[in-house]
């Protein structure tokens, strides 16, 4: 079975310059995430999408990121302006509830796509 | 206050030792916890689920303590290979917490 794929891998761009990733889940996957993860710190959650509805958003910082999930598979992230402080590891996640249940289900990440702004 | 805390190390520990890592969470109401592994430059990968039970995995032993809100991860006969940081997550609604993560450097 295939994993989470995302894409691109590594990404240089100068400050204030867009940058768009792209995740798509394992199959069958209806709990799709991204996550950002600085030097020396755990992944922090940007957003979670239940299918295609953006359920928890709120740590995503909305003058500059900006997420979609059409048709509830892929995913794109994009940011723009891109700022110094944006360089960071972005991972997107998915999970499956395991028979309806909420708990017990686990999440799964993609290899992360590098990013730095210079 | 953060939703996971965990000391974050480095553990330097010799081949062949038994080394402990624990970490707590603030939310009573978590439902499920788990421990992952995240080698440099990687993405985190599950290494273990955690029940109140106590589960093992081989050189591996996990357990949580609901009453005081701490998770523990045991490993036993450390290998170089076990050279990594291991991250301690907490599951409340389908929304996964991690702590900053604990490294480990197995030396030879």
Redesign the interface.
């Known amino acids: 079975e295939a994993g989470v794929v995302q894409s691109p891998r590594y990404k240089i761009i100068e400050k204030k310059q867009p940058v768009a990733f792209w995740c798509n889940p394992i199959s069958g996957h209806n709990t799709l995430y991204w996550y950002r993860q600085n030097l020396g710190q755990g992944p922090e959650l940007l957003i979670r999408y239940e299918n295609e509805e953006a359920v928890d958003d709120s740590q995503l910082p909305k003058d500059r990121f900006s997420a979609e999930r059409l048709k509830g598979v892929d995913s794109t992230l994009k940011i723009q302006p891109a700022e110094l402080g944006d360089s960071a590891v972005y991972l997107c996640a998915s999970s499956d509830r395991d028979r309806g249940q909420i708990t017990g289900n686990t999440i799964y990440f993609g290899e992360g796509s590098w990013l730095t702004v210079v | 206050r953060k939703e996971?805390e965990q000391d974050?190390g480095p553990f330097n520990v010799p081949e062949g030792a038994t080394v402990a890592f624990n970490c707590t969470y603030s939310n009573s109401a978590s439902?499920?916890f788990?421990w992952y592994r995240q080698d440099c430059r990687?993405?985190?990968?599950?290494l273990m689920?955690v029940y109140s039970s106590g589960n093992e995995d081989g050189r591996f032993t996990a357990q949580l303590n609901r009453a005081s809100q701490y998770i523990s991860l045991l490993i036993r006969d450390s290998k170089l290979s076990d050279s990594a940081t291991y991250?301690c997550?907490v599951?409340n609604?389908?929304?996964?917490?991690?702590?900053?993560?604990t490294k480990l450097n197995v030396k030879p």
């Open positions: 996971v974050p439902q499920s788990f990687k993405e985190p990968k599950l689920s991250l997550v599951n609604f389908n929304k996964f917490y991690f702590g900053s993560g």
